[in-house]
Structure formats: C-alpha cells, structure tokens
C-alpha cells in the first residue's frame, strides 16, 4: 500500500497508529519530533505524514514547512489535542493553511483515520 511517516512526541500515540496502519497494510516510518523526521532518510520518500501539532524541538508548522520542502508530493495530515492555552482548531487551521492536506483533532477515532488516508492517497 503506502509509506506512512508518523510524528508525535506520545510514544503511545506512535505505537497505536503503527499497529493501526500495519494491519491496514501500510509501511510506517516513525519519530518522536519534527527534528528528527527530517533527519530521516527514505527512499522512497513516504506517501503520507500524520504530524503532531505541539512537540518538542520543531513544532508541527515548521516540520510541515520542512516535509513540503523535502517532498512537495507527500499527502499531510495534521494532528493536535490542543496544550499551552492554545485550541486545537486553531493549531489545526494553521496546519492546513501552512499545506497541511488535513486535520484531525485528538483523540483520533481510528476508522476516520484510515478513511482520510485512503481518500488523500486516491
């Protein structure tokens, strides 16, 4: 199927969604923060990246940022609970006006997760 890059500082989070898109049939590639997803060397490059809004070292908008400058043809979907006084919709409108395909706020219901994988990569 397709190259799945996740990126969340919750270990738990990558862990589900790893299990979630492998018994889907996707390859997964994960990190803990934007730092160290675009220090990740693939090739391919992955179809899709589900970005966390709020981690550590670079956030969610400069890793969205860096993604489209490394690979303008990977499919983006942002992911926020919303922390430091900040609403979750508004991280996630700035996600999807900075190129983000999508946005989806946690908790993540896993069928809608799947769901917009399979309607942004056709």
């Given at each position: 199927?397709?190259?799945?890059?996740?990126?969340?500082?919750?270990?738990?989070?990558r862990e589900i969604a790893r299990?979630?898109?492998?018994?889907?049939?996707?390859?997964?590639?994960?990190?803990?923060?934007?730092?160290?997803?675009?220090?990740?060397?693939?090739?391919?490059?992955?179809?899709?990246?589900?970005?966390?809004?709020?981690?550590?070292?670079?956030?969610?908008?400069?890793?969205?940022?860096?993604?489209?400058?490394?690979?303008?043809?990977?499919k983006l979907i942002a992911v926020?609970?919303?922390?430091?006084?900040?609403?979750?919709?508004?991280?996630?409108?700035?996600?999807?006006?900075?190129?983000?395909?999508?946005?989806?706020?946690?908790?993540?219901?896993?069928?809608?997760?799947?769901?917009?994988?399979?309607?942004?990569?056709?």
């Amino acid at each position: 199927m397709a190259l799945v890059l996740v990126i969340d500082d919750d270990p738990l989070f990558r862990e589900i969604a790893r299990e979630l898109l492998t018994q889907d049939g996707h390859g997964v590639l994960q990190a803990e923060n934007g730092a160290e997803a675009t220090k990740i060397a693939s090739d391919p490059a992955p179809d899709l990246a589900v970005v966390d809004m709020l981690m550590p070292e670079r956030d969610g908008i400069e890793t969205i940022r860096d993604l489209r400058g490394r690979w303008p043809g990977v499919k983006l979907i942002a992911v926020s609970a919303g922390s430091r006084g900040l609403e979750p919709s508004l991280l996630l409108r700035a996600a999807k006006a900075m190129g983000a395909d999508a946005a989806l706020e946690k908790p993540v219901d896993h069928a809608n997760l799947l769901k917009l994988i399979g309607e942004l990569l056709g």
